[in-house]
């Protein structure tokens, strides 16, 4: 019973967790698109794309496996964390048409966070998160896209797997072995009195003695010998 029960929690924490990594995730991703789409205004008013530049860099070591694309109104990449694979002022068509959507969902929903295939059919997921960046006016400026590779994401998952797995190991290899030895304490007082029992019928002027055995407890097995 207590290993199915193991086996029982163990599979509802890897669920949990697993599911919590996804929300914690997406989550991390939208605060960085809500963050970065409030510099993002100042940086166009101003003309300071290149602090837009460096902050976006530090924000990509401190989450590693992190892309950041800043869009204009019209889709086109302003400033991304990875030129090479999105040029500046590149056609809008090239960029991946779950990033182009979540894009101009966020004009409507303002801020937006997902998951999804980055290539569809290719089982890459991603979890991505989209804020759009408004002027004063309420005019869209633009859209700030981050996004994370779920390959990325799972060690840090798997990690965490392993020490619970470790510390659940450890836990049962001390629970079991108590509550083998406190089912065999609770049980004892009945075998005895049930041994008693079945000799009754021939050994009856020795029953008192073997009740007497039992009978000094407090649980409800002595109280019946006694």
């Known amino acids: 019973v207590s290993f199915i029960s193991a086996v029982g929690v163990f599979i509802a924490t890897y669920y949990l967790l697993a599911s919590n990594f996804s929300a914690e995730a997406m989550t991390r991703m939208q605060q960085i698109s809500n963050s970065l789409a409030r510099s993002v205004r100042l940086s166009?008013?101003?003309?300071?794309?290149?602090?837009?530049?460096?902050?976006?860099?530090?924000?990509?070591r401190a989450d590693a496996g992190t892309q950041i694309l800043i869009l204009t109104d019209r889709g086109q990449t302003l400033v991304a964390s990875d030129s090479?694979?999105?040029?500046?002022?590149?056609?809008?068509?090239?960029?991946?048409?779950?990033?182009?959507?979540?894009?101009?969902?966020?004009?409507?929903?303002?801020?937006?966070?997902?998951?999804f295939e980055?290539?569809?059919?290719t089982g890459n997921v991603?979890?991505?998160?989209?804020?759009?960046?408004?002027?004063?006016?309420?005019?869209?400026?633009?859209?700030?896209i981050v996004y994370s590779d779920k390959n990325t994401i799972m060690p840090k998952f798997r990690v965490l797997l392993g020490k619970v797995i470790g510390y659940g190991g450890l836990a049962l290899a001390v629970i079991i072995p108590l509550g083998w030895w406190l089912g065999r304490?609770?049980?004892?007082?009945?075998?005895t009195l049930r041994g008693s029992m079945q000799t009754l019928p021939r050994y009856a002027s020795?029953?008192?003695?073997?009740?007497?055995?039992?009978?000094?407890?407090?649980?409800?097995?002595?109280?019946?010998?006694?």
Not at 87 to 115: A, N
Not at 118 to 121: E, V, Y
């Open 44 to 60: 166009i008013r101003h003309d300071e794309l290149w602090d837009l530049h460096q902050q976006i860099q530090s924000v990509i």
């Open 84 to 115: 090479m694979k999105y040029p500046v002022m590149g056609d809008p068509q090239s960029l991946p048409t779950p990033l182009r959507q979540l894009g101009d969902r966020s004009f409507t929903e303002q801020t937006i966070k997902d998951q």
């Open 118 to 121: 980055l290539n569809p059919g």
């Open 126 to 144: 991603v979890f991505a998160a989209a804020t759009a960046v408004l002027s004063e006016d309420g005019d869209a400026l633009g859209s700030v």
């Open 185 to 191: 304490k609770l049980v004892e007082p009945l075998n």
């Open 206 to 226: 020795g029953i008192d003695s073997r009740l007497a055995a039992i009978s000094e407890g407090t649980d409800e097995i002595s109280q019946l010998a006694s």
